[in-house]
């Protein structure tokens, strides 16, 4: 039997309790708690504070302010009348259309990358593509006012024509407005903006699907189309819709660059080659010379936004959760 | 290397710091010397205003003449809207504000604490851009309708009436307006209701509820820039950018029956023909006159009636070098200068600001 008489020198020090053992254990759990709670009670803040400053108008306009369609903070006669429909109609389909056009561009990338691209592309095409998440929205804004718009109003005219004849599709491609800026363009705007969010997580999300999911499929006889839809897409379908909320968030509180390129008009049209508004261009266009009720209401339309995007980001996770218990079974 | 890196990085700041502090430091805490000096050399200080963006290009000229007379004084003017001027007033942030609109109660701005001097006046354009025409002439209904959308092509029997013998394109109208709070919509809305009366529905205000064809643009550039670009585009403007942005004006039928084309000499015989108030506001916007240009904007200065000593020579020096020197310079950045009768009352206006 043999006792330690000598101390050994530990090659870890932070090992042998010196830096607070439990003591430390227990403040890096209340750190933690705190840190998290901040996070929470910054977001109620937040909350509490616009509703508190944004409650004259929903006093004066009730559920009116928005189901109604007209903003009117200076009327001929009669009191100011406030309804974001059009606006919230605005922030709808712009967002909708950069989804529907980004988000199969994004995944297409994120895929073209996981999958397909040579080992040497992907490092320089990430590069590529975290660049364009770099350019500041004001810019696109710019660019999209003096160079895109009065490029597209041609495209747009052309589109218009072609599909004047057809019942439906002449309602959603009308007239097109002179200037261009409408919610198409906005959308397209959008669009090139959340490529970057959108590809760089889906990319993230992509490269977990465990490659032996992936040989299996090969193993029983798929192509590597059958292989994606079948291993690798049920696989990340959560992080993907994770994905397209985040890209949706950008796009639906995107303020400058959508201020400059929707047109400022407040409509309600389902022709999306015409002008309209979005929430948060609405509120950074009026709000410098805002008074009193008309400054409460533009507050109200942030508290919108903001009630908007939380129910958007709760459906998603329901979607993702009802979608993964069917996919891998409800175990998870 | 990461010690080094951070301490190099510690040093840089506070440098940055020290020289930004150095910066801000001079004339800031309203050390201001004023003797009773014609010169105005001896004058230094610091003074700080914001307001409406309509006369900026000239209160920035007026900044900088001004400038060469009395070095040691420096003023900022930030044209950030009537609206957030006479807010920013009212709280105390700045030492006078400029506006196109008067005080109303929920301006923040206290009753009776304030004097309005008149500087300039300027015209509001009804810029736009026909492809093959080079005059155009429009009466108030004839706007009232366009800007309603009411009136959506530019043959519209409404538009030729106004404009005999000349032939007018089929092709679509694309209103501009603005889509920021402005005293320029303000002004022009006024005008309609005023002129207008039975046309014009939309009310008058900083913002108003334009139709659904319409397109909004930020300030009186963004407008412009709209006009420029696209054909079959009108809006309003005011004189000096829609001169910048070289765009075409079209002569509006005045109180008179005279069709009157944006000019200085148009909106000088506006406010001549306007009557002054008491506090000086005064409404040139459809005044009578066979050669007034009847969209004329006003625009006043607003000055506290109470200032601390050094602080109130300082802003009256000031206000008298606007109101004397400073008149002539309006002409180089189109804006019309007050006519005689009118700038003797704003010079005595200026004795109401007490120290």
């Given at each position: 039997?043999?006792?330690?008489?000598?101390?050994?020198?530990?090659?870890?020090?932070?090992?042998?309790?010196?830096?607070?053992?439990?003591?430390?254990?227990?403040?890096?759990s209340?750190?933690?708690?705190?840190?998290?709670?901040?996070?929470?009670?910054?977001?109620?803040?937040?909350?509490?504070?616009?509703?508190?400053?944004?409650?004259?108008?929903?006093?004066?306009?009730?559920?009116?302010?928005?189901?109604s369609?007209?903003?009117?903070?200076?009327?001929?006669?009669?009191?100011?009348?406030?309804?974001?429909?059009?606006?919230i109609?605005?922030?709808?389909?712009?967002?909708?259309?950069?989804?529907?056009?980004?988000?199969?561009?994004?995944?297409?990338?994120?895929?073209?990358?996981?999958?397909?691209?040579?080992?040497?592309?992907?490092?320089?095409?990430?590069?590529?593509?975290?660049?364009?998440?770099?350019?500041?929205?004001?810019?696109?804004?710019?660019?999209?006012?003096?160079?895109?718009?009065?490029?597209?109003?041609?495209?747009?005219?052309?589109?218009?024509?072609?599909?004047?004849?057809?019942?439906?599709?002449?309602?959603?491609?009308?007239?097109?407005?002179?200037?261009?800026?409408?919610?198409?363009?906005?959308?397209?705007?959008?669009?090139?903006?959340?490529?970057?969010?959108?590809?760089?997580?889906?990319?993230e999300?992509?490269?977990?699907?465990?490659?032996?999911?992936?040989?299996?499929?090969?193993?029983?006889?798929?192509?590597?189309?059958?292989?994606?839809?079948?291993?690798?897409?049920?696989?990340?379908?959560?992080?993907?819709?994770?994905?397209?909320?985040?890209?949706?968030?950008?796009?639906?509180?995107?303020?400058i660059?959508?201020?400059?390129?929707?047109?400022?008009?407040?409509?309600?049209?389902?022709?999306?080659?015409?002008?309209?508004?979005?929430?948060?261009?609405?509120?950074?266009?009026?709000?410098?010379?805002?008074?009193?009720?008309?400054?409460?209401?533009?507050?109200?339309?942030?508290?919108?936004?903001f009630?908007?995007?939380?129910?958007?980001?709760?459906?998603?996770?329901?979607?993702?959760?009802?979608?993964?218990?069917?996919?891998?079974?409800?175990?998870? | 290397?990461?010690?080094?890196?951070?301490?190099?990085?510690?040093?840089?700041?506070?440098?940055?710091?020290?020289?930004?502090?150095?910066?801000?430091?001079?004339?800031?805490?309203?050390?201001?010397?004023?003797?009773?000096?014609?010169?105005?050399?001896?004058?230094?200080?610091?003074?700080?205003?914001?307001?409406?963006?309509?006369?900026?290009?000239?209160?920035?000229?007026?900044?900088?003449?001004?400038?060469?007379?009395?070095?040691?004084?420096?003023?900022?003017?930030n044209?950030?809207?009537?609206?957030?001027?006479?807010?920013?007033?009212g709280?105390?942030?700045?030492?006078?504000?400029?506006?196109?609109?008067?005080?109303?109660?929920?301006?923040?701005?206290?009753?009776?604490?304030?004097?309005?001097?008149?500087?300039v006046?300027?015209?509001?354009t009804v810029?736009?851009?026909?492809?093959?025409?080079?005059?155009?002439?429009l009466?108030?209904?004839?706007?009232?309708?366009?800007?309603?959308?009411?009136?959506?092509?530019?043959?519209?029997?409404?538009?030729?009436?106004?404009?005999?013998?000349?032939?007018?394109?089929?092709?679509?109208?694309?209103?501009?307006?603005?889509?920021?709070?402005?005293?320029?919509?303000?002004?022009?809305?006024?005008?309609?209701t005023?002129?207008?009366?039975?046309?014009?529905k939309?009310?008058?205000?900083?913002?108003?509820?334009?139709?659904?064809?319409?397109?909004?643009?930020?300030?009186?550039?963004?407008?412009?820039q709209?006009?420029?670009?696209?054909?079959?585009a009108?809006?309003?403007?005011?004189?000096?950018?829609?001169?910048?942005?070289?765009?075409?004006?079209?002569?509006?039928?005045?109180?008179?029956?005279?069709?009157?084309a944006?000019?200085?000499?148009?909106?000088?015989?506006?406010v001549?023909?306007?009557?002054?108030?008491?506090?000086?506001t005064?409404?040139?916007?459809?005044?009578?006159?066979a050669?007034?240009?009847?969209?004329?904007?006003?625009?006043?200065?607003?000055?506290?009636?109470?200032?601390?000593?050094?602080?109130?020579?300082?802003?009256?020096?000031?206000?008298?070098?606007?109101?004397t020197?400073?008149?002539p310079?309006?002409?180089?950045?189109?804006?019309?200068?007050?006519?005689?009768?009118?700038?003797?009352?704003?010079?005595?206006?200026?004795?109401?600001?007490?120290?």
């Amino acid at each position: 039997m043999t006792t330690r008489t000598t101390q050994e020198k530990p090659t870890r020090p932070a090992l042998t309790g010196k830096s607070g053992g439990v003591r430390g254990e227990r403040l890096f759990s209340w750190w933690t708690l705190a840190t998290g709670l901040l996070v929470l009670a910054i977001l109620a803040l937040i909350l509490i504070t616009t509703a508190k400053q944004a409650w004259p108008v929903f006093q004066d306009m009730g559920l009116r302010f928005v189901t109604s369609s007209i903003w009117d903070p200076n009327p001929a006669s009669g009191n100011p009348v406030f309804g974001s429909l059009a606006f919230i109609y605005g922030t709808v389909v712009s967002s909708l259309i950069a989804l529907l056009i980004g988000v199969p561009i994004s995944i297409g990338i994120a895929l073209f990358l996981t999958e397909l691209a040579p080992r040497r592309l992907r490092g320089s095409a990430i590069m590529v593509i975290d660049m364009l998440a770099a350019i500041p929205s004001v810019v696109f804004g710019l660019w999209g006012v003096l160079v895109l718009a009065p490029l597209l109003v041609h495209i747009y005219q052309w589109i218009h024509d072609v599909v004047a004849p057809v019942p439906g599709l002449n309602t959603i491609f009308g007239e097109p407005i002179g200037t261009g800026r409408s919610f198409m363009t906005a959308g397209l705007i959008l669009a090139i903006m959340i490529i970057p969010i959108v590809t760089s997580i889906s990319r993230e999300v992509l490269s977990t699907t465990p490659q032996a999911n992936k040989d299996a499929a090969f193993a029983l006889g798929a192509t590597q189309w059958e292989m994606i839809t079948g291993a690798v897409f049920p696989h990340s379908f959560g992080g993907l819709v994770g994905a397209v909320m985040l890209g949706l968030g950008r796009a639906m509180g995107e303020t400058i660059a959508v201020s400059l390129v929707i047109g400022g008009a407040t409509n309600i049209t389902p022709n999306v080659f015409a002008g309209g508004n979005s929430m948060a261009a609405v509120i950074v266009q009026q709000f410098g010379e805002s008074t009193g009720t008309f400054t409460a209401a533009l507050i109200g339309l942030g508290v919108v936004l903001f009630a908007m995007t939380v129910v958007i980001n709760l459906a998603a996770r329901l979607v993702v959760r009802r979608a993964e218990i069917r996919v891998q079974g409800a175990a998870t | 290397m990461n010690r080094k890196m951070l301490s190099r990085l510690v040093l840089v700041g506070v440098a940055l710091a020290v020289l930004a502090g150095c910066g801000s430091n001079s004339g800031d805490n309203g050390g201001t010397s004023g003797g009773d000096n014609a010169n105005g050399s001896n004058l230094s200080g610091e003074l700080k205003a914001s307001g409406a963006s309509f006369p900026d290009a000239y209160y920035q000229e007026v900044i900088s003449a001004f400038k060469e007379k009395a070095p040691d004084v420096t003023v900022t003017y930030n044209a950030v809207g009537s609206g957030t001027g006479k807010k920013e007033f009212g709280q105390g942030l700045t030492d006078f504000a400029g506006t196109d609109s008067t005080v109303k109660p929920d301006d923040g701005v206290p009753a009776g604490s304030f004097v309005y001097v008149p500087t300039v006046a300027g015209p509001i354009t009804v810029s736009y851009n026909l492809s093959g025409v080079d005059k155009l002439q429009l009466s108030p209904d004839t706007l009232a309708d366009i800007f309603q959308a009411k009136i959506t092509k530019w043959n519209d029997p409404a538009i030729a009436k106004d404009n005999q013998g000349v032939s007018l394109p089929a092709t679509p109208i694309t209103v501009a307006h603005r889509s920021d709070g402005s005293g320029t919509t303000n002004n022009f809305t006024k005008y309609l209701t005023a002129a207008a009366p039975s046309s014009w529905k939309l009310g008058s205000g900083d913002t108003v509820a334009w139709p659904s064809g319409t397109q909004g643009a930020e300030k009186n550039t963004g407008v412009a820039q709209i006009i420029k670009q696209t054909d079959g585009a009108v809006g309003y403007v005011d004189y000096s950018d829609a001169l910048e942005t070289k765009l075409t004006l079209a002569a509006i039928k005045n109180k008179d029956g005279q069709f009157v084309a944006p000019s200085l000499e148009g909106a000088t015989a506006a406010v001549e023909g306007a009557t002054v108030k008491d506090d000086l506001t005064y409404d040139p916007l459809n005044a009578a006159g066979a050669d007034a240009y009847p969209i004329t904007a006003p625009t006043y200065l607003l000055l506290k009636t109470k200032y601390d000593a050094d602080k109130a020579n300082l802003v009256k020096e000031y206000v008298r070098y606007v109101l004397t020197d400073g008149q002539p310079i309006a002409k180089d950045v189109n804006f019309a200068s007050l006519p005689s009768g009118l700038q003797q009352k704003a010079l005595a206006q200026l004795d109401k600001v007490q120290s």
